[in-house]
């Protein structure tokens, strides 16, 4: 017979399990419902680390936006200069030249009289040498320059009467620029109330104008802000960077071929290894003053010589050149090099003829980074003396001159308005040529690299 009472203590055990399993399904959280927990807990997270990296980019852009658009605002003003239209009389009795074929005679002439005699003309009611010489200063001292090339190019123009635009002084051309459309916030700078006055006659006559700067692109380095030039500049930066890429390039990849094709594994390429990594991270004025010290104090080089410079700049540049090399030779999969060993070809005949061809985009890339560094390079170059005032454009690479980085390192101390704008102009110039030489990087490296 069944006993009731076990029975219900039966009853009772099984409705406390069961109770028991209720309270630990409750209590206990699922496994599906932790992992899409934790899923949603890591989504965040990786939303709010994209919007950091959205926010970063973001911020950089505008720094560089701002940064821009301070350069152009204050340096395309500097493509423009200003010129004053005078009827010149170009008298040989006023220059002093008495035989037209006489070229001496041609190059001598008081051409800076006869410049002043037609301005004198423009206002006749000038009178004392005070007010003369203000009058005088509305005129750039280098413009007698550009009326003898008239001459010496066409010496018929003796005797006769010429309409020439003649460069104004830099205080003129910063007047006139700053001038607001109803006269009104102008810098007057160094100009006198009178030189004001003449200045608002020519400009109402019509005789005041804006046109290219040539004289930007065409002079060296000068006192004057305006005849002051970067050609000088631009041509010693194109000599040293030839001779950066001479010694850098072949140096680089010879030395990139051994270390990653001949040179054994052992402590000493090790320690090579170690040094190149460690020379790609000292920082430019050393190299300078390397060069201060080795090439100048010991071999006896001049200073402020493109050749100096190239040689500073190419062993600043030959890290970055052999590093980028090797990683390019590396990139080479080794079934190419078996092949041609497979073929008959010795090591020589599979490094020229299969494995340079195929790294030389990565090869090119790294040397044209390189240069572009050392294009923009000013501390190495401080140093070996290419601070130099050099007028005159170098046309050889021994010839004294300096860099277009240092050239805008010197008119950024130059304490005259006018030169803030050069300065400017200078450096939208250099950026032109470092986003050339680093777009031509990547357009190489797109065109000559091949995938495997």
Avoid at 97 to 110: S, V
Avoid at 128 to 139: C, E, H, Q, T, Y
Avoid at 237 to 249: E, N, R
Wanted: with cysteine; net charge neutral.
């Amino acid at each position: 017979m069944n006993n009731p009472n076990i029975n219900a203590s039966s009853d009772r055990l099984e409705l406390n399990d069961s109770t028991k399993l209720m309270d630990s399904a409750v209590t206990k959280p699922n496994t599906i419902d932790l992992v899409n927990k934790n899923l949603a807990k890591r989504y965040r997270a990786e939303k709010r680390f994209r919007l950091y990296g959205i926010a970063s980019i973001t911020f950089a852009l505008i720094c560089l936006v701002v940064l821009f658009t301070d350069i152009i605002g204050k340096g395309h003003s500097a493509f423009f200069q200003t010129y004053i239209q005078l009827e010149v009389n170009l008298d040989p009795e006023v220059l002093d030249i008495n035989d037209a074929r006489d070229l001496k005679q041609l190059a001598n002439g008081d051409y800076q009289a006869a410049l002043r005699k037609s301005l004198r003309a423009e206002f006749p009611d000038v009178k004392g040498r005070s007010d003369k010489r203000k009058l005088n200063a509305l005129i750039s001292s280098g413009a007698s320059y550009h009326l003898a090339d008239e001459v010496k190019a066409d010496p018929g123009l003796l005797g006769q009467v010429i309409s020439l635009p003649v460069l104004a002084d830099d205080d003129v051309d910063t007047w006139l620029k700053s001038r607001s459309d109803d006269g009104e916030e102008a810098f007057t700078g160094r100009l006198s109330e009178k030189q004001l006055i003449w200045l608002e006659n020519l400009l109402e006559a019509e005789k005041l104008e804006q046109k290219f700067n040539v004289v930007f692109f065409s002079n060296g380095d000068s006192r004057e802000p305006e005849l002051a030039g970067i050609r000088g500049a631009m041509m010693g930066s194109l000599f040293t960077l030839f001779v950066t890429f001479i010694l850098s390039f072949t140096v680089g990849i010879s030395s990139a071929i051994y270390l990653e094709e001949y040179a054994p594994k052992n402590h000493f390429t090790d320690f090579i290894e170690v040094n190149i990594n460690n020379l790609a991270a000292v920082p430019s004025i050393i190299f300078g003053l390397l060069g201060l010290a080795i090439f100048i104090g010991l071999f006896g080089m001049p200073r402020s010589i493109p050749l100096l410079g190239g040689v500073v700049l190419s062993l600043m540049t030959l890290p970055t050149i052999i590093i980028s090399s090797r990683a390019a030779i590396k990139a080479v999969p080794p079934s190419i090099r078996q092949a041609a060993l497979g073929m008959g070809a010795s090591k020589m005949q599979v490094i020229l003829h299969h494995v340079l061809p195929l790294a030389m985009p990565g090869m090119l890339t790294g040397t044209i980074i390189g240069m572009a560094q050392a294009l923009g390079e000013t501390a190495p170059l401080l140093m070996i003396g290419m601070v130099a005032f050099v007028v005159d454009v170098p046309g050889a690479l021994t010839d004294p001159s300096t860099a277009l980085p240092v050239q805008i390192f010197l008119w950024a101390d130059s304490p005259e308005r006018a030169f803030v704008e050069r300065t400017s102009a200078a450096i939208m110039v250099l950026l032109a040529f470092l986003i050339s030489m680093n777009t031509l990087a990547v357009a190489l490296r797109k065109r000559l690299e091949r995938r495997w």
